[in-house]
């Protein structure tokens, strides 16, 4: 995955998802349509069936029997409850689609199985929307949980934003493994308070191990409610002991030792323990968010080119051949390029160069261009975030850096084996004087050796 993050496959990738991202955008506003059509009627029909009402104020469960009795909201309500039931099929036919052209690996992603569970829970919902008081709100609840929880993980694959979506989900996941560390800290302290505690009837805290539990959390992040709790009147309300008598008189002394314990070991302690473990290490999450980025970029195209170029979606292609085109080649062919497909941008157009290249504005794009090997030719229909640019550059300058390192490494050790060579074989200079009387001794004996064998024929 580390491959990804080359300057050169992030220009690719972000180059295809241009030729893709208009169907990502269609999904995006049949979804929102759905999420904010479910989301109206929920409400709406909440308001409708148990705003100061109880369910003997309902004579008969007809079809919508609750808007008897409310002739304002008779149109909105319907008009609520069909487009969702249209938004919710369109949902459905697309994941069937998406089902058909992925077979088992349809259910090997987190996020198919979320959207599994909101349409799910939504079906069951609208169904019974009409008909059921109570149950049926709790189907409600689950499909808006799942609902808007996809829709955070579908922003997520925006190239843009996508690496914010990973680093909260890491986040979260460290901060579950720190706390679990601390569990068992926190558990002490809590069945300490309900066991000295044990007749809080008043505030109903105390009282049973859960809420109990639950209080040391709120301790955790800083809600005490220390006058309703933990002053003497309170805490003698409260505790195991009677209050008659010396030592029931001096017992709070007791419990508000531990909730200074508390004070201090969880509030302060543990609490800012785990948030700065859980950000510690924050630079590297921000790198490895990077890599994820283009990750679910590689997925979603994919995904997009699966359901674009499926047997399903042939009689749709003859009808605009171009729009449904997710071929980067061919894109890029229609700007002049044959063979060699090259294309630049010119990052310096719209400043000087200097340093200032790693102050580029993000929120700035940069046009494509076909390149023909010595210049710019035809100007695309694309354009490169600031972002691409600047991990280019970086990229660069730490070649560059590398490069340097290596070159200087390489001229000590050449020193350095120069060195050892002169003391083991003494100094170059004495060395090749003594190679040139051998080369001279050498030719005068094959002199003497010729001059000999001459006279020997002679």
């Known amino acids: ?124 919902y609208l169904i019974m929307n009409p008909f059921v008081l ?37 986040v979260i996941r460290q901060l579950v493994l720190f706390f679990m560390v601390y569990i068992t800290s926190l558990f002490a302290f809590a069945i300490t308070l309900h066991l000295l505690l044990v007749r809080d009837t008043n505030n109903g805290v105390f009282d049973n191990p859960w809420t109990s539990c639950l209080k040391v959390l709120m301790l955790m992040i800083g809600e005490y409610d220390f006058m309703d709790t933990f002053t003497w009147a309170s805490i003698k309300d409260s505790q195991v002991v009677s209050k008659e008598g010396g030592f029931g008189d001096m017992f709070p002394i007791f419990v508000q030792a531990v909730f200074i314990l508390v004070l201090f070991l969880v509030s302060i302690i543990i609490a800012n323990l785990i948030t700065g473990l859980t950000v510690n290490n924050i630079s590297e999450l921000y790198k490895k968010a990077g890599v994820y980025k283009l990750g679910k970029t590689v997925k979603q195209i994919k995904s997009s080119e699966e359901f674009v170029n499926g047997r399903l979606m042939t009689q749709f292609k003859k009808c605009n051949s171009n729009f449904w085109e997710t071929s980067l080649f ?13 294309v630049c941008v010119e990052p310096n157009a719209v400043q000087t160069h200097d340093e200032s290249i790693m102050k580029l504005i993000d929120a700035e794009n940069y046009e494509v261009y076909t390149f023909d090997g010595q210049q710019k030719k035809t100007k695309l229909e694309m354009q490169l975030p600031s972002w691409i640019i600047r991990y280019t550059f970086e990229h660069l300058r730490e070649k560059e850096k590398v490069q340097k390192e290596l070159n200087a490494s390489l001229q000590e050790n050449i020193k350095v084996t120069q060195r050892d060579y002169e003391s083991v074989y003494g100094e170059t200079d004495t060395l090749k004087k003594k190679q040139k009387n051998f080369k001279t001794g050498s030719q005068s004996h094959r002199k003497k050796s010729n001059h000999g064998q001459k006279s020997r024929q002679s």
Do not use: C
């Open 330 to 342: 061919k894109k890029l062919k229609k700007g002049g390029l044959d063979e060699d497909i090259r």
């Open 1 to 124: 995955k580390s491959l990804l993050a080359h300057p050169l496959t992030e220009t690719y990738l972000h180059l295809k998802w241009l030729t893709v991202k208009k169907f990502f955008y269609i999904n995006i506003v049949l979804y929102v349509l759905y999420l904010l059509s479910l989301t109206s009627l929920t409400i709406l029909t909440a308001h409708l069936k148990y705003y100061q009402k109880n369910a003997s104020d309902f004579d008969n469960f007809e079809f919508a029997f609750f808007l008897d009795g409310e002739p304002e909201y008779v149109v909105p309500w319907h008009l609520l409850q069909w487009v969702s039931f249209v938004a919710v099929s369109s949902i459905t036919v697309r994941e069937l689609i998406q089902l058909f052209t992925e077979k088992t690996q349809y259910f090997k992603s987190s996020e198919n199985l979320i959207e599994i569970a909101a349409l799910l829970s939504t079906w069951a």
């Open 134 to 170: 109570e149950v049926e709100a709790i189907f409600g609840a689950v499909a808006m949980f799942f609902a808007w929880w996809e829709m955070t993980l579908m922003l997520g694959r925006i190239p843009s934003i996508g690496m914010y979506t990973y680093m909260s989900t890491q």
